[in-house]
Protein backbone atom coordinates (compact mmCIF):
# COMPACT_ATOMS: atom_id res chain seq x y z
CA UNK A 1 0.00 0.00 0.00
CA UNK A 2 1.75 2.98 -1.63
CA UNK A 3 1.27 6.48 -0.26
CA UNK A 4 1.30 8.20 -3.72
CA UNK A 5 3.24 11.54 -2.70
CA UNK A 6 4.48 11.21 0.34
CA UNK A 7 8.38 10.44 -0.17
CA UNK A 8 8.01 14.12 -2.47
CA UNK A 9 7.05 15.48 0.63
CA UNK A 10 9.33 13.88 2.79
CA UNK A 11 12.52 14.90 0.58
CA UNK A 12 11.01 18.53 1.08
CA UNK A 13 10.98 18.29 4.88
CA UNK A 14 14.98 16.27 4.72
CA UNK A 15 16.02 19.61 2.89
CA UNK A 16 14.50 21.74 5.77
CA UNK A 17 15.01 19.53 8.98
CA UNK A 18 18.94 18.56 7.72
CA UNK A 19 20.42 21.60 9.86
CA UNK A 20 18.60 20.77 12.62
CA UNK A 21 20.81 19.31 15.71
CA UNK A 22 19.11 15.54 15.22
CA UNK A 23 21.27 12.71 17.77
CA UNK A 24 22.99 10.07 15.64
CA UNK A 25 19.78 8.01 16.15
CA UNK A 26 17.74 10.30 14.01
CA UNK A 27 20.92 10.15 11.50
CA UNK A 28 20.36 6.71 10.99
CA UNK A 29 16.84 7.06 10.60
CA UNK A 30 17.22 9.33 7.53
CA UNK A 31 19.73 6.57 6.57
CA UNK A 32 16.65 4.09 6.36
CA UNK A 33 14.76 6.17 4.77
CA UNK A 34 16.36 7.52 1.97
CA UNK A 35 17.36 4.29 0.94
CA UNK A 36 13.84 3.33 0.91
CA UNK A 37 14.03 0.72 4.35
CA UNK A 38 10.69 2.02 5.45
CA UNK A 39 10.00 -0.95 8.00
CA UNK A 40 13.47 -0.05 9.47
CA UNK A 41 13.03 3.47 9.24
CA UNK A 42 10.20 3.53 11.25
CA UNK A 43 11.61 1.20 13.69
CA UNK A 44 14.24 3.54 14.12
CA UNK A 45 11.71 7.17 14.25
CA UNK A 46 9.80 4.93 17.32
CA UNK A 47 13.04 4.55 19.15
CA UNK A 48 14.58 7.80 18.98
CA UNK A 49 11.26 10.26 18.92
CA UNK A 50 10.60 9.93 22.39
CA UNK A 51 14.74 11.12 23.45
CA UNK A 52 14.36 13.88 21.42
CA UNK A 53 13.49 17.50 22.71
CA UNK A 54 10.06 18.73 22.77
CA UNK A 55 10.82 21.34 19.99
CA UNK A 56 11.92 18.17 17.67
CA UNK A 57 9.42 15.47 18.93
CA UNK A 58 7.01 16.47 16.44
CA UNK A 59 9.38 16.57 13.53
CA UNK A 60 10.59 12.60 14.48
CA UNK A 61 7.08 11.61 14.88
CA UNK A 62 6.08 12.55 11.30
CA UNK A 63 9.11 11.21 9.92
CA UNK A 64 7.97 8.07 11.94
CA UNK A 65 4.38 8.70 10.15
CA UNK A 66 5.45 9.12 6.66
CA UNK A 67 7.44 5.77 7.15
CA UNK A 68 5.00 3.68 8.57
CA UNK A 69 2.93 5.14 5.82
CA UNK A 70 5.09 3.42 3.05
CA UNK A 71 6.01 -0.18 4.31
CA UNK A 72 2.71 -1.60 2.03
CA UNK A 73 1.04 -2.62 5.75
CA UNK A 74 -2.68 -1.79 6.48
CA UNK A 75 -2.14 -2.14 9.55
CA UNK A 76 0.88 0.18 9.62
CA UNK A 77 -1.26 2.86 7.29
CA UNK A 78 -3.99 2.81 9.68
CA UNK A 79 -1.25 3.63 13.03
CA UNK A 80 0.23 5.96 10.60
CA UNK A 81 -3.44 7.28 10.60
CA UNK A 82 -4.01 7.71 13.77
CA UNK A 83 -0.63 8.77 15.00
CA UNK A 84 -0.73 11.56 12.33
CA UNK A 85 -4.35 12.46 13.82
CA UNK A 86 -2.96 13.04 17.15
CA UNK A 87 0.14 15.37 16.29
CA UNK A 88 -2.47 17.51 14.56
CA UNK A 89 -4.32 17.81 17.89
CA UNK A 90 -0.78 18.65 20.48
CA UNK A 91 0.40 20.28 17.73
CA UNK A 92 0.39 24.51 17.78
CA UNK A 93 -0.74 25.75 14.78
CA UNK A 94 2.11 28.70 14.67
CA UNK A 95 4.63 25.99 14.31
CA UNK A 96 5.97 25.49 10.64
CA UNK A 97 5.33 21.76 11.66
CA UNK A 98 1.57 22.15 11.43
CA UNK A 99 1.41 22.51 8.34
CA UNK A 100 3.18 19.66 7.12
CA UNK A 101 0.90 17.60 9.21
CA UNK A 102 -2.11 19.18 7.57
CA UNK A 103 -0.72 18.67 4.14
CA UNK A 104 0.32 15.38 4.92
CA UNK A 105 -3.12 14.43 6.63
CA UNK A 106 -4.86 16.25 2.99
CA UNK A 107 -2.69 13.67 1.50
CA UNK A 108 -4.10 10.61 3.48
CA UNK A 109 -7.23 11.66 3.01
CA UNK A 110 -6.78 11.80 -1.26
CA UNK A 111 -5.37 8.38 -0.99
CA UNK A 112 -8.45 7.11 1.13
CA UNK A 113 -11.12 8.90 -1.04
CA UNK A 114 -12.40 11.76 0.89
CA UNK A 115 -11.62 14.35 -1.45
CA UNK A 116 -13.78 17.18 0.39
CA UNK A 117 -11.96 16.32 3.91
CA UNK A 118 -8.55 16.37 1.61
CA UNK A 119 -9.31 20.11 0.56
CA UNK A 120 -10.44 21.34 4.46
CA UNK A 121 -7.06 19.87 5.38
CA UNK A 122 -4.86 21.38 2.84
CA UNK A 123 -6.41 24.75 2.66
CA UNK A 124 -5.58 24.67 6.66
CA UNK A 125 -2.24 23.69 5.46
CA UNK A 126 -1.79 26.78 3.35
CA UNK A 127 -3.01 29.35 5.68
CA UNK A 128 -0.55 27.74 8.45
CA UNK A 129 2.61 27.60 5.90
CA UNK A 130 5.56 28.96 5.31
CA UNK A 131 7.60 30.17 2.49
CA UNK A 132 9.67 27.25 2.15
CA UNK A 133 6.64 24.81 2.05
CA UNK A 134 4.98 26.64 -1.21
CA UNK A 135 6.71 24.27 -3.76
CA UNK A 136 4.98 21.37 -1.85
CA UNK A 137 2.21 22.54 -1.29
CA UNK A 138 1.82 23.66 -5.13
CA UNK A 139 1.73 19.99 -5.97
CA UNK A 140 -0.56 18.76 -3.61
CA UNK A 141 -2.93 21.59 -4.55
CA UNK A 142 -2.18 19.99 -7.85
CA UNK A 143 -3.75 16.62 -6.86
CA UNK A 144 -6.43 17.52 -4.73
CA UNK A 145 -7.06 19.91 -7.51
CA UNK A 146 -7.94 17.50 -10.06
CA UNK A 147 -10.34 15.27 -7.26
CA UNK A 148 -12.35 18.08 -5.82
CA UNK A 149 -13.72 21.74 -7.40
CA UNK A 150 -13.62 24.11 -4.58
CA UNK A 151 -13.42 27.77 -4.99
CA UNK A 152 -11.86 28.01 -1.36
CA UNK A 153 -9.42 25.54 -2.51
CA UNK A 154 -8.50 27.09 -5.90
CA UNK A 155 -8.40 30.53 -4.10
CA UNK A 156 -5.54 29.26 -0.86
CA UNK A 157 -3.08 27.15 -4.18
CA UNK A 158 -3.68 30.33 -5.89
CA UNK A 159 -1.88 32.70 -3.08
CA UNK A 160 1.26 30.60 -2.57
CA UNK A 161 1.81 32.47 -5.96
CA UNK A 162 1.72 35.68 -3.74
CA UNK A 163 3.38 35.58 -0.29
CA UNK A 164 1.97 38.96 0.68
CA UNK A 165 -1.47 37.79 -0.08
CA UNK A 166 -0.74 34.71 2.18
CA UNK A 167 1.10 36.43 5.29
CA UNK A 168 -2.43 38.04 6.10
CA UNK A 169 -4.12 34.84 6.82
CA UNK A 170 -1.11 33.16 7.67
CA UNK A 171 -2.33 29.65 11.14
CA UNK A 172 1.76 30.13 12.87
CA UNK A 173 2.14 34.14 11.85
CA UNK A 174 1.40 37.42 13.78
CA UNK A 175 -1.22 39.94 12.38
CA UNK A 176 0.50 42.89 11.14
CA UNK A 177 1.01 45.91 13.56
CA UNK A 178 -1.85 47.91 11.48
CA UNK A 179 -4.72 44.83 11.55
CA UNK A 180 -3.97 44.46 15.45
CA UNK A 181 -4.64 48.22 15.79
CA UNK A 182 -7.86 48.55 13.71
CA UNK A 183 -10.47 47.68 16.29
CA UNK A 184 -8.65 49.96 18.46
CA UNK A 185 -9.33 52.81 15.52
CA UNK A 186 -13.12 51.74 15.45
CA UNK A 187 -13.83 52.07 18.74
CA UNK A 188 -12.33 55.57 19.98
CA UNK A 189 -14.87 57.51 18.38
CA UNK A 190 -17.84 55.59 20.13
CA UNK A 191 -17.55 56.89 23.48
CA UNK A 192 -17.41 60.70 22.22
CA UNK A 193 -21.29 60.63 20.75
CA UNK A 194 -22.28 59.20 24.62
CA UNK A 195 -20.29 62.14 26.46
CA UNK A 196 -21.57 65.04 24.00
CA UNK A 197 -25.22 64.05 24.40
CA UNK A 198 -26.03 65.31 28.18
CA UNK A 199 -23.99 68.55 27.26
CA UNK A 200 -26.42 70.16 25.23
CA UNK A 201 -29.50 69.29 28.06
CA UNK A 202 -27.33 70.38 30.65
CA UNK A 203 -25.97 73.60 28.93
CA UNK A 204 -28.86 76.16 29.70
CA UNK A 205 -28.56 75.72 33.28
CA UNK A 206 -24.75 76.98 33.73
CA UNK A 207 -24.44 75.85 37.16
CA UNK A 208 -25.02 72.16 35.35
CA UNK A 209 -22.40 72.67 33.20
CA UNK A 210 -19.35 71.52 35.27
CA UNK A 211 -21.19 68.04 36.50
CA UNK A 212 -21.03 66.79 32.60
CA UNK A 213 -17.28 67.95 32.20
CA UNK A 214 -15.92 65.28 34.47
CA UNK A 215 -18.49 62.74 33.02
CA UNK A 216 -16.13 62.33 30.03
CA UNK A 217 -12.91 60.52 31.54
CA UNK A 218 -14.77 58.51 33.87
CA UNK A 219 -16.99 56.76 31.10
CA UNK A 220 -13.64 56.04 28.85
CA UNK A 221 -11.29 55.05 31.75
CA UNK A 222 -12.58 51.82 33.12
CA UNK A 223 -12.82 50.26 29.25
CA UNK A 224 -9.09 51.03 28.22
CA UNK A 225 -7.05 48.14 28.74
CA UNK A 226 -4.13 46.46 27.31
CA UNK A 227 -5.13 42.67 25.93
CA UNK A 228 -2.29 40.47 23.81
CA UNK A 229 -3.15 38.81 20.29
CA UNK A 230 -1.84 35.82 19.79
CA UNK A 231 -2.59 35.15 15.70
CA UNK A 232 -5.10 36.16 13.00
CA UNK A 233 -6.66 33.07 11.04
CA UNK A 234 -8.74 33.32 7.45
CA UNK A 235 -10.58 30.15 9.26
CA UNK A 236 -12.60 29.80 12.37
CA UNK A 237 -11.43 26.40 13.07
CA UNK A 238 -8.13 27.49 12.89
CA UNK A 239 -8.46 30.05 15.63
CA UNK A 240 -10.83 27.45 17.57
CA UNK A 241 -8.09 25.25 17.44
CA UNK A 242 -5.38 27.36 19.29
CA UNK A 243 -7.59 28.82 21.71
CA UNK A 244 -8.59 24.74 22.72
CA UNK A 245 -4.71 24.34 22.63
CA UNK A 246 -4.08 26.84 25.11
CA UNK A 247 -7.11 26.17 27.37
CA UNK A 248 -5.15 23.10 28.15
CA UNK A 249 -2.69 24.95 29.29
CA UNK A 250 -4.67 27.34 31.31
CA UNK A 251 -5.07 30.22 29.34
CA UNK A 252 -8.31 31.42 28.33
CA UNK A 253 -8.94 32.83 24.82
CA UNK A 254 -11.74 35.30 22.78
CA UNK A 255 -12.16 35.03 18.88
CA UNK A 256 -12.85 38.44 17.60
CA UNK A 257 -14.46 38.78 14.00
CA UNK A 258 -12.71 41.22 12.31
CA UNK A 259 -14.20 41.94 8.44
CA UNK A 260 -11.31 42.53 5.97
CA UNK A 261 -13.43 43.05 2.68
CA UNK A 262 -14.94 40.03 1.75
CA UNK A 263 -12.96 38.32 3.57
CA UNK A 264 -12.97 37.98 7.76
CA UNK A 265 -10.25 37.58 9.78
CA UNK A 266 -10.43 35.58 13.37
CA UNK A 267 -8.14 37.53 15.77
CA UNK A 268 -7.30 35.17 19.28
CA UNK A 269 -6.96 37.65 22.31
CA UNK A 270 -6.22 36.80 25.93
CA UNK A 271 -6.13 38.58 28.89
CA UNK A 272 -7.04 42.54 30.30
CA UNK A 273 -4.05 44.04 31.47
CA UNK A 274 -4.09 47.66 33.00
CA UNK A 275 -0.74 48.06 31.67
CA UNK A 276 1.36 47.20 28.66
CA UNK A 277 4.50 46.18 31.24
CA UNK A 278 1.42 43.95 33.11
CA UNK A 279 0.32 42.09 29.36
CA UNK A 280 4.26 41.69 28.72
CA UNK A 281 5.05 40.25 31.90
CA UNK A 282 2.11 37.97 31.86
CA UNK A 283 3.31 37.01 27.86
CA UNK A 284 7.22 36.00 29.22
CA UNK A 285 5.82 34.38 31.69
CA UNK A 286 2.65 32.06 30.51
CA UNK A 287 3.49 32.42 26.44
CA UNK A 288 7.31 32.40 25.84
CA UNK A 289 7.47 29.06 27.17
CA UNK A 290 4.90 27.45 25.10
CA UNK A 291 6.40 30.06 21.84
CA UNK A 292 3.64 31.62 21.58
CA UNK A 293 3.69 34.93 19.35
CA UNK A 294 2.09 37.81 20.69
CA UNK A 295 1.58 41.37 20.29
CA UNK A 296 0.47 44.18 22.86
CA UNK A 297 -2.93 45.87 22.33
CA UNK A 298 -4.39 48.84 23.19
CA UNK A 299 -8.31 48.24 23.52
CA UNK A 300 -10.57 51.21 24.24
Request: charged content about 20%.
Amino acid sequence: MKFWNVRGIAFALLSVFAASAFAQTMADAHKAYVAGNWKEAAAAYEAACPKEPDSLRAECYLWNVLALSQTGSAQSFKIAGKRLDSLIQTTNPQRAIYADLMMTSAQFRLYLGKYDKAAEDLIQAIETSHPHQAIVLQKVCKAVKAKVKSEDLNDRCNLLNNPDSLKAIRTASQAKATAATEPAKVAAPEPKPVVAEPAPAVEQPKTAAPVAAPAAPAATAPIEYWTLQLGAFGTKSNADLLVSNLKKQKISCTIIEQPRGEKTLYLVQTGKFDTKDQAIDFAANKLAPLKIEYQPLLKR
